[in-house]
């Protein structure tokens, strides 16, 4: 078995277990174990290196290089070990860490919280779920506020939590998919523009730009396609994409949102509470129908759709050319 073969097969495998397992709680998960890891570097490197501007940039680029070495090399090196017993081992373990770098069913879950203490009329319950899967202040959200949230997470997370991983898999194996995600954690953790982040999280935030560049861009377009495919306005999808896809701070987070926007005719984003401070966003999308927790599920089936349109392009099309040349 050649090695294209066998990480395609493992990148395979592993959405096939992502769709039906996703991530229990009980499970040992890459992720959190590279979460704990920049918190325990960061500790590190803030006691090294001088509290300056100057300092804490160059305390950020050692995080990045870390942080990505170490989580890198230490896939590397397991299937590596691997190897030497079994390529049937090999297949196995890629195949484990593919399905838990991948993240469409945990993503849907999530969300699906959310529509449930919505319907019951639990709102307090309801703004409880969505904290856990959204950045913004949610204690004063309203039942549209916290729909609204919960839908704008499942479209950006369809991007870094389910393409991007999907495309990096699909190029580099488990290795390169381990790599993205440590990047993608990174920023997460310290990638904020705030007093504490502004300049150690600088890095983090840049490399996390770059490398889902390409990515988003190509998740909003598989996103149109996806919600023609799953019966929702596929035109009006495009044509927002087209016209708001831009409207984000970050180079890459509008394309997803505005296709999901478009797609379910509703106006997303817009100003909203971080941290006890008002961020003003521009609006994605227009105000063409009151939204509603059904729109939560509507976006888990257009996520589902966009994922399934990048594995075929990016796993399924290039195993069918490896397998009949």
């Known amino acids: 078995m050649s090695w294209g073969v066998r990480h395609l097969l493992a990148l395979l495998i592993g ?3 992502d769709l039906l397992l996703g991530d229990p709680y009980w ?32 305390a950020g680029g050692v995080l990045v290089v870390l942080t990505l070495f170490i989580p890198t090399g230490f896939t590397v090196l397991l299937l590596w070990a691997c190897g030497q017993l079994s390529p049937w081992l090999t297949l196995g373990l890629e195949s484990l860490l593919s399905y838990q770098l991948l ?14 203490a919505l319907k019951t009329g639990d709102l307090n319950q309801a703004r409880q779920a969505v904290s856990m899967i959204v950045g913004r202040d949610t204690a004063s959200l309203d039942e549209a506020g916290v729909t609204r949230a919960a839908v704008e ?6 991007s870094d939590g389910v393409v991007a991983p999907l495309i990096f898999l699909a190029i580099g194996g488990a290795p390169l998919g381990m790599l993205y995600k440590a990047a993608n954690t990174m920023d997460s953790m ?4 705030n007093e504490k982040y502004l300049y150690f999280g600088r890095a983090a935030a840049r490399l996390d730009d770059i490398l889902n560049l390409i990515p988003a861009r190509i998740a909003g377009v598989l996103m ?32 997803t949102e505005a296709a999901c ?11 909203n509470f971080y941290f006890g401070r008002l961020v003003e ?27 399934f349109f990048a594995l075929l392009l990016f796993c399924g099309v290039p195993l069918l050319i490896l397998l009949f040349p």
Do not use: M
């Open 15 to 17: 959405f096939c277990l």
């Open 261 to 271: 926007a478009g797609a379910l005719q509703l106006r997303l984003a817009g100003p």
């Open 27 to 58: 499970a040992p998960h890459p992720v959190r174990a590279i979460g704990a890891l920049i918190a325990g570097l960061e500790r590190g490197l803030r006691r090294v290196f001088p509290s300056s501007p100057r300092g804490e940039l160059a």
């Open 153 to 158: 997470t499942v479209a950006e997370n369809a």
């Open 224 to 255: 149109c396609l996806g919600s023609t495919a799953v019966g929702y306005d596929g035109r009006n999808a495009w044509r927002i994409f087209a016209r708001d896809r831009k409207n984000h701070k970050s180079p890459n987070s509008a394309h």
């Open 103 to 116: 993240a469409a069913k945990s993503l849907a879950d999530e969300s699906r919280k959310v529509y449930e």
């Open 190 to 193: 310290v990638g904020y523009k």
């Open 281 to 307: 966003k521009p609006y994605i999308g227009d105000d063409q129908r009151p939204i509603e927790p059904l729109d939560i599920l509507r976006a888990g089936r257009i996520l589902y759709a966009t994922a």
